[in-house]
């Protein structure tokens, strides 16, 4: 059962990162801040700026964008988790159901 619950909560995170990431990179990059190596999945992991390399740059202040970044952590850490309880939990409906 553990083992089941990982790969659930494992699969959906991954999907949820992948999603939250490009949402990321679409809203944030080039609007907030300005990096220039970075790609579309590696805008969503900190630090979104290189001090001192060239082309980079905040446009908005940082613990703006660290607390917008907060929420987006948040809601890929908690709706995998959520939605690995809820599918767990119709499952465990339909065992007990067939079980009757």
């Given at each position: 059962m553990k083992l089941t619950v990982l790969?659930?909560?494992?699969?959906?995170?991954?999907?949820?990162?992948?999603?939250?990431?490009?949402?990321?990179?679409?809203?944030?990059?080039?609007?907030?801040?300005?990096?220039?190596?970075?790609?579309?999945?590696?805008?969503?992991?900190?630090?979104?700026?290189?001090?001192?390399?060239?082309?980079?740059?905040?446009i908005r202040q940082p613990h703006v964008i660290y607390a917008v970044w907060a929420v987006y952590f948040g809601c890929v850490v908690l709706i995998p988790g959520i939605c690995s309880w809820v599918i767990l939990r119709f499952r465990e409906h339909a065992l007990n159901r067939a079980w009757k």
């Open positions: 790969l659930i909560y494992g699969f959906l995170f991954f999907i949820c990162f992948l999603i939250s990431a490009l949402i990321w990179h679409a809203q944030m990059a080039n609007v907030y801040f300005v990096s220039q190596e970075r790609g579309l999945i590696a805008d969503f992991v900190p630090p979104f700026v290189h001090m001192g390399a060239e082309g980079e740059f905040y």
